[in-house]
C-alpha cells in the first residue's frame, strides 16, 4: 500500500503538466487560427473592392454580363467572409 500513493503522486503531477501543455498549445493554434482568418477577411475585401471598380472599364456591349459576374463574385466573397467569422 506504501508504494501506491507515490506513484498516484506522479501520476497526478504529469496529468498536470500535460494538461498545462495541452492548454498552451490549444491557445497558440487558436491565435494562428484567428490570424489567418483575419489575413483571408482582409484578402476578400480587397477582392471585394477591386470587382467593384472593375466595371467601370468595361465595353457597352459587355457591360450588363460583367456586371452580374462581378455581382455573383461579390456575393461569393462575402458568403466566405461570413464562414470565416463563424
Given amino acids: 500500500m506504501f ?7 506522479c501520476s497526478n503531477r504529469f ?8 492548454k498552451m ?6 491565435k494562428t487560427m484567428k490570424e489567418k482568418m483575419g489575413a483571408t477577411e482582409d484578402q476578400a475585401l480587397l477582392e471585394i473592392a477591386e470587382a ?3 466595371p467601370k472599364t ?3 456591349g459587355t457591360h450588363q454580363n460583367n ?4 455581382s455573383q ?10 464562414k470565416c467569422r463563424q
Avoid at 3 to 9: A, S, T, V
Avoid at 15 to 22: H, L
Avoid at 67 to 70: L, M, R
Fill in 25 to 30: 498549445q490549444l491557445e497558440g493554434e487558436k
Fill in 15 to 22: 496529468d498536470k503538466q500535460a494538461k498545462a501543455i495541452m
Fill in 52 to 54: 467593384e471598380r472593375k
Fill in 67 to 70: 456586371q452580374d459576374a462581378v
Fill in 73 to 82: 463574385t461579390i456575393n461569393m466573397l462575402k458568403q466566405d467572409c461570413v
Fill in 58 to 60: 468595361c465595353q457597352p
Fill in 3 to 9: 508504494r501506491k500513493l507515490p506513484l498516484r503522486n
